[in-house]
């Protein structure tokens, strides 16, 4: 009896300690995935002192769930490509197609991603055009609009990008909730992963081959995708493709670091949308980085953010509660000024390994390609009013 006693006492302790835990244990996951990334679950075991099994079920299972996702961020700089954030605005009659147009240049061209404003014909764009073709892709825009397609567009240079980490500690992974307050003791510090543009000579360093693109393509797509899988889906021996992850991706740096995204699937569904805010520039470093880390908390969850070669800022967040919250902080932010937009539609488009052949980034003609685009699209129109 005294026996079944304690074994009982036992099991109730183990239990406690499981609920008590489990903040605290996913928060050292966390943390090790920022420091080491997430492909090494056995290394992640390690330093944690978690169960191997259990590092595996966290990530793979648990954080998924409740919108917590591991994200592979490529270094667009070290693999030649410039970056400029955008602004168009398409013509009435083209409204309708603006999308399709858009996804066809993503899927054709360097358009990385484009996000369409609540209720207008506008949108916010970010392309990754290679250096040495820059003027040339942005003339693509001209021709859209020469031929009536745009309105009017704008783009800027982007001198450094950040991706804050998701501040999980915040997240109640009991009640999966955000709370207003740290969940648990841990060190509430800010991370992100700073990517700043390099100059031409430390650009000539980092030479890439279709290999490595098409690798890190794999992992934007699944940070945590195997290398038998990635190559098995590529063809290529698993050797082979081992070999180019560690010497070429990883020792080059051409992943800029492994970001703890937080996807809005449980905000979204009370109506919460995604925002980008245009500000002017701030009166110094320190503000920018307060800003940023203010809405990299509750009650928003900062995605990523540009600094232009202006000065000016763009920055994309999601709610993690109602708007009301976030108003309230903007409206206290009294030195702020700048434009804030809802999103209703995006999408993010991966590296084209398929622009890139001869040890070289590719530019189509620009006419030609708009030129097709345009005559295709008309031509979709009309069948499908025929068709209605």
């Known amino acids: 009896m005294a026996i079944d006693q304690l074994t009982q006492q036992i099991d109730q302790k183990r239990k406690v300690r499981r609920d008590i835990d489990l903040q605290k244990e996913i928060a050292l996951i966390l943390d090790a995935v920022k420091k080491f990334g997430p492909r090494n679950i056995s290394l992640i075991a390690r330093q944690t002192g978690i169960p191997r099994e259990t590092v595996r079920v ?10 917590f996702v591991i994200r592979m961020l ?13 602004y168009l605005r398409f013509s009435r009659q083209f409204a309708d197609r603006a999308k399709d147009l858009l ?10 991603y484009w996000g369409k404003v609540l209720m207008r014909n506008e949108f916010v764009v970010i392309v990754t055009p290679p250096y040495r073709f820059e003027k040339e892709y942005l003339n693509l825009f001209e021709v859209l609009a020469d031929a009536g397609v745009l309105e009017d567009y704008w783009f800027r240079k982007v001198r450094a990008y950040g991706h804050p980490h998701a501040s999980y500690r915040y997240f109640d992974f009991e009640k999966g909730r955000w709370s207003d307050y740290p969940v648990n003791d841990g060190e509430e510090e800010f991370d992100e992963v700073l990517v700043n543009e390099i100059d031409e000579a430390e650009r000539a360093q980092y030479i890439v081959d279709s290999l490595d693109l098409k690798i890190l393509q794999q992992l934007q797509y699944d940070a945590l995708k195997d290398i038998t899988d990635i190559a098995g889906d590529l ?14 991706v ?3 740096g051409l992943v800029a670091g492994w970001m703890v995204s937080y996807v809005p699937t449980q ?20 503000e920018l980085r307060q800003l940023v ?3 990299a908390r509750p009650p928003a969850s900062c995605q990523s953010y540009n600094v232009l070669d202006d000065g000016s800022v763009t920055m994309h967040f999601v709610p993690t509660s109602d708007m009301s919250a976030i108003a309230r902080y903007l409206s206290g932010a009294s030195t702020l000024e700048g434009k804030l937009v809802l999103l209703s539609d995006g999408s993010l488009y991966l590296i084209t390994p398929e ?20 005559t295709e699209s008309k031509h979709q129109l009309t069948e499908t009013n025929t068709i209605g």
């Open 74 to 86: 490529p270094n667009y700089y070290k693999l030649g490509l410039a970056r400029y954030f955008g």
């Open 58 to 67: 966290r990530l793979l299972n648990m954080l998924p769930r409740y919108g």
């Open 103 to 112: 996804r066809w240049l993503g899927e054709k061209t360097y358009l990385m």
């Open 267 to 286: 905000t979204l569904e009370r109506g919460a949308g995604k925002f980008w805010m245009l500000i002017e520039p701030p009166s110094s470093p320190h």
């Open 250 to 252: 990883a020792r080059k």
């Open 235 to 248: 063809g290529i021996h698993p050797r082979v493709v081992s070999y180019h992850f560690n010497e070429h």
């Open 293 to 295: 880390r203010d809405l």
């Open 355 to 374: 622009l890139y052949y001869g040890n070289a980034w590719h530019m189509p003609n620009a006419d030609l390609l708009i030129k097709q685009r345009l």
